[in-house]
């Protein structure tokens, strides 16, 4: 259903494998190992990894941004932030970090800043354009000195999804070092509407709308998905099998 970059090379490697008799002819091997080919696989598949998402004009602005999965976390937690207008809320940043963080909105927002007019698509099949306002992730991984031992980054939302599961969603190094990976606290101009994540969501423009996780509590550097709900990665991944990676 999705073809992403993920599942062309996936689908790439299982060629690979079925052409066993043919890549034994040695001219036929030598080309498809040639550097001359191997440099065009490795900037359409690797390489690409750096490629920024479409922007879009603010003209092309989605005049209603709409709200799903959770529109309101209403656990006695997220009200008790609510109420304050978030001034008691912090975001955690901790796992594998030399200095682990407490950032209050008003310290996230000191930092140099990003804006994006970018399309959000859900597999609901709906999408949106909105224009998303926020400090990149790598600016706090920064601050908080992530180790080189952290290969992903798990965020962790304030929604319960019942049973206890709260809402989560992870990314991996090259995702969270990308220039369009932001943690956003506006859209459209304005701070964002507990419907659309408040006080603070993921932005990761190259995904689908479910790794966008809304309500951010904190955020966790670690090695290995394993041990971190029942493993792969979301709360849709592990729930419903849904794609990890979900590129678009
Ligand atoms: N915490 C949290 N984040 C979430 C969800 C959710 O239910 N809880 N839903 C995801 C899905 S499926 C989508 S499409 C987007 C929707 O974002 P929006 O409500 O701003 O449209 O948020 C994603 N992030
Ligand atoms: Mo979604």
Redesign the pocket.
């Known amino acids: 259903m999705i073809l992403n970059r993920r599942t062309l090379l996936l689908g790439a490697t299982a060629t690979l494998a079925g052409c066993d008799r043919i890549a034994r002819n040695e001219t036929f091997r030598n080309t498809l190992f040639s550097a001359e080919n191997f440099h065009k696989w490795a900037q359409r598949s690797l390489m690409a990894r750096d490629a920024l998402a479409q922007e879009f004009r603010p003209d092309q602005i989605s005049p209603v ?7 309101n ?1 209403n656990t006695e937690a997220y009200k008790a932030i609510w109420r304050t207008g978030f001034a008691d809320w912090r975001l955690e940043i901790s796992g594998l970090v030399e200095r682990p963080l407490a950032l209050s909105l008003a310290q996230l927002r000191a930092f140099p800043q990003r804006e994006q007019i970018t399309r ?1 698509d ?3 099949g709906w999408s ?1 354009i909105g224009k998303w306002r926020g400090v990149p992730l790598k600016t706090v991984l920064e601050a908080a000195r992530l180790r080189d031992s952290a290969r992903y980054i798990v965020f962790r ?3 319960d ?1 019942g049973g206890g599961n709260g ?1 989560y ?1 992870s990314i991996d190094r090259v995702d969270a070092f990308h220039p369009q990976t932001i943690l956003a606290h506006m859209l459209n101009d304005r701070p964002l509407s507990v ?3 408040a006080p603070l ?1 993921l932005r990761v423009e190259r995904h689908l ?7 951010l509590m904190r955020i966790d550097a670690v090695d290995t998905l394993s041990g971190i709900g029942r493993g792969k990665g979301g ?2 991944e592990d729930h419903a099998n849904y794609d990890w990676y979900a590129g678009i």
């Open positions: 941004f709409r709200a799903n999965g959770t529109a976390p959000h859900c597999v609901e949106a939302c304030a929604d999804m809402y969603e419907a659309n994540g969501r709308g479910y790794k966008q996780a809304k309500y709360f849709w």
